[in-house]
T-cell receptor
C-alpha cells in the first residue's frame, strides 16, 4: 500500500515570508508519480506540478519551487515571498505505476497574513 | 471549454433516501474516479473506472456504487445514505487508462450533507 504524509496540518506566516510545505511518501513501486494540488477557499482543486520518480531534478516556477529527494522519500514545496493569495490548503499526492490509484496526504492549510 | 462537471454542487438529504451525483467530462478521457474529502484525511478514492464498463474499488467503496455506461459519464450512487457519508465529493478524469504519466483533472466538488 502507498501512503503520503503531510505532517504540518496548519502553517501561518506573514506576507513576504518564505514557507516550505513538507511531503513524505511511501511506496513499493520503483516508478511512481508525485503531485501537488492547491485548494483555495473556493474549494476547487488546482493542479500545480507533477514529478516522475525517475526525474529528481528540482523545479522552479515563479515563486514556487519543489525539492524532490528520493533518498528521503520527500517532495517538499516552497513558496518564496508568500502572498495573501497563497492562502489555501495544499495537497501532496502519489500515483502508482499502474496509474489507477492516486493517494493524497491529509493536506496543509497555509494562512498568509498581510 | 475542457472541463469536468458535477451536479448537484450542494445537496442536503436525509438518511436512507437514495441519491445520485452526476459527473461528466468532455475531454474524451478514458479514466474517471471519485474521491471524498474529509478534514485531516485529505482525499480518499472511492471508485475508479479505467474504461467503459470497467470499474473498480478504491480505498473507501463501502456504501457507494458507480457505473460507466458511456465514456463521458461516471455517476456516484448512494443507495441508502448515512450521516457518515457527509463529505465533499470530487470527480476526476484523466486521458490514459493507466501508466501514471497523466494528470487528473478535477470537477468543482459536491458538498453533501446527510441528516
Amino acid at each position: 500500500a502507498q501512503k503520503v504524509t503531510q505532517a504540518q496540518t496548519e502553517i501561518s506566516v506573514v506576507e513576504k515570508e518564505d514557507v516550505t510545505l513538507d511531503c513524505v511518501y511511501e511506496t513499493r513501486d520503483t516508478t511512481y508519480y508525485l503531485f501537488w494540488y492547491k485548494q483555495p477557499p473556493s474549494g476547487e482543486l488546482v493542479f500545480l506540478i507533477r514529478r516522475n520518480s525517475f526525474d529528481e531534478q528540482n523545479e522552479i516556477s515563479g515563486r514556487y519551487s519543489w525539492n524532490f529527494q528520493k533518498s528521503t522519500s520527500s517532495f517538499n514545496f516552497t513558496i518564496t515571498a508568500s502572498q495573501v493569495v497563497d492562502s489555501a490548503v495544499y495537497f501532496c499526492a502519489l500515483k502508482n505505476n499502474a496509474g489507477n490509484m492516486l493517494t493524497f496526504g491529509g493536506g496543509t492549510r497555509l494562512m498568509v497574513k498581510p | 471549454e475542457a472541463q469536468v462537471t458535477q451536479n448537484p454542487r450542494y445537496l442536503i438529504t436525509v438518511t436512507g433516501k437514495k441519491l445520485t451525483v452526476t459527473c461528466s467530462q468532455n475531454m474524451n478521457h478514458e479514466y474517471m474516479s471519485w474521491y471524498r474529502q474529509d478534514p485531516g484525511l485529505g482525499l480518499r478514492q472511492i471508485y475508479y473506472s479505467m474504461n467503459v464498463e470497467v470499474t473498480d474499488k478504491g480505498d473507501v467503496p463501502e456504501g457507494y456504487k458507480v457505473s460507466r455506461k458511456e465514456k463521458r459519464n461516471f455517476p456516484l450512487i448512494l443507495e441508502s445514505p448515512s450521516p457518515n457519508q457527509t463529505s465533499l465529493y470530487f470527480c476526476a478524469s484523466s486521458p490514459e487508462r493507466g501508466g501514471g504519466t497523466d494528470t487528473q483533472y478535477f470537477g468543482p466538488g459536491t458538498r453533501l450533507t446527510v441528516l
